[in-house]
């Protein structure tokens, strides 16, 4: 019977240009525990070359269950890349929830503002400042369309009306391109932090660096958050969001207040989740290449 005649058709791990297995000493390992198990004593009976060519027809067959080191490394490396797809995949996801999230929020919350300054009047509520209460919390909810201090008043009439009610010109595609943005952004970061974090460095001091990194990144550590790049929300401008957006998206101007602060935190949160995703990977970069000199 030949070698082919009991193996598999699959390309064996052995055979594997990669594979760097040393059969000859593997073999020489395995005849000296057979001379001192069997025989006790330590004389070479048949030949390492023997003991390796019976060591590689054994373990290369599929059938067996085992691998090389080299093939066991290709594994994890091509599993590395499925989670890294699989986590793109679902940040991608989690970004367009997020946005339609957003819009279908400030819709709920425009309707129910609207309806609670239509409901609000003196007979409904008497206690004037029980109205303005009420009011209030409509103007919270809904802040770009304004209400008057009471429903009494022939501005709060005017308000309450449902033609009146501000659409907001910021929609789920927009808050999108804004998140892309925010990402585009925070990846350059990760090349800085990298630069300033890990480059120049030691291998160990990289390691250490890398692990303590994810650790805390996975702890939700305050400290080692708070050392990752971080988006600037004071400095978000009029000039920002011009080169963000995307074309055919309204001024910056044109934006109420809470329609502004929606544009922020859709660039904040594509910001902060690239750059700790991109920093988590440049880490077990790091400690991926530190395991395979070991």
Avoid at 106 to 118: D, H, N, P, S
Avoid at 174 to 186: K, Q, S
Avoid at 189 to 213: D, F, M, N, P
Wanted: glycine share 6%.
């Amino acid at each position: 019977m030949t070698d082919t005649d009991h193996t598999s058709s699959r390309k064996q791990p052995g055979n594997r240009p990669e594979d760097h297995t040393d059969w000859v000493a593997l073999g020489r390992r395995l005849q000296n525990i057979q001379n001192t198990l069997v025989h006790h004593e330590s004389t070479p009976r048949y030949g390492d070359d023997y003991y390796a060519e019976a060591l590689r027809r054994l373990l290369t067959d599929s059938r067996c269950g085992w691998i090389s080191s080299a093939e066991h490394q290709w594994l994890l490396d091509l599993h590395t890349q499925v989670d890294r797809r699989n986590a793109q995949e679902a940040n991608r996801r989690a970004r367009e929830a997020r946005a339609r999230y957003a819009t279908a929020s400030r819709k709920i919350r425009a309707e129910l503002a609207g309806w609670l300054r239509r409901v609000t009047n003196e007979r409904t509520v008497p206690a004037r400042y029980r109205r303005e209460g009420v009011l209030l919390a409509a103007d919270w909810l809904d802040p770009a369309t304004s209400a008057a201090p009471y429903a009494g008043s022939p501005a709060s009439a005017a308000s309450s009306s449902p033609r009146q009610v501000a659409v907001s010109p910021v929609g789920s595609e927009v808050l999108l391109a804004l998140r892309n943005a925010g990402e585009r952004e925070g990846r350059l970061a990760v090349g800085w932090w990298q630069q300033h974090a890990l480059e120049g460095r030691t291998a160990s001091e990289q390691e250490r660096t890398a692990q303590a990194v994810l650790d805390g990144i996975d702890s939700s550590d305050d400290a080692v958050v708070a050392a990752l790049p971080r988006f600037d929300v004071a400095g978000y401008d009029a000039d920002r969001y011009q080169a963000h957006a995307p074309v055919g998206a309204p001024g910056w101007s044109e934006l109420p207040d809470h329609d502004q602060a929606l544009v922020v935190e859709a660039v904040r949160d594509g910001f902060t989740d690239a750059v700790r995703d991109g920093v988590a990977v440049r880490c077990h970069a790091v400690l991926t290449a530190r395991e395979g000199t070991r």
